[in-house]
């Protein structure tokens, strides 16, 4: 059972850059597909980027695709966000997710696994 705990969020200025990362504690985590969701009071949890279990594979929101990065460990059975230019409509709770299959998928009822969340606020 996939244990997920995000790191690296804070308040940040716009146009920097940060990197969210994720830290699986359980025992299947090369079996899994990785993700990360953004979520705003009042919304859904947004899908912003994800990863098939070899790492082989990535898919990007049009919100970060360009300026975002994803990319897992399965040694240290780690994920991160690296995130550059960043904007204040970035700022939102970062939500690490898996799912006990190998491909990922865009929606948040997918997956079963979840962090606590890392907020980042980005100040213009």
């Known amino acids: 059972q996939a244990q997920l705990e995000e790191s690296g969020g804070g308040l940040v200025q716009a146009g920097k850059s940060l990197r969210l990362s994720c830290a699986d504690s359980?025992?299947?985590?090369?079996?899994?597909?990785l993700a990360w969701f953004r979520h705003v009071p009042g919304k859904e949890r947004d899908f912003v980027a994800a990863i098939n279990w070899s790492g082989g594979v990535t898919y990007y929101s049009d919100s970060v695709k360009g300026r975002s990065t994803i990319s897992r460990d399965n040694t240290l059975k780690t994920m991160t966000l690296e995130m550059e230019s960043l904007k204040p409509e970035d700022t939102g709770v970062y939500y690490c997710?898996?799912?006990?299959?190998?491909?990922?998928?865009?929606?948040?009822?997918?997956?079963?696994?979840w962090g606590q969340g890392t907020q980042v606020t980005v100040s213009s």
């Open positions: 997710a898996a799912r006990s299959v190998r491909w990922y998928s865009l929606e948040s009822r997918e997956y079963e696994f």
């Open positions: 359980g025992r299947t985590f090369d079996k899994q597909a």
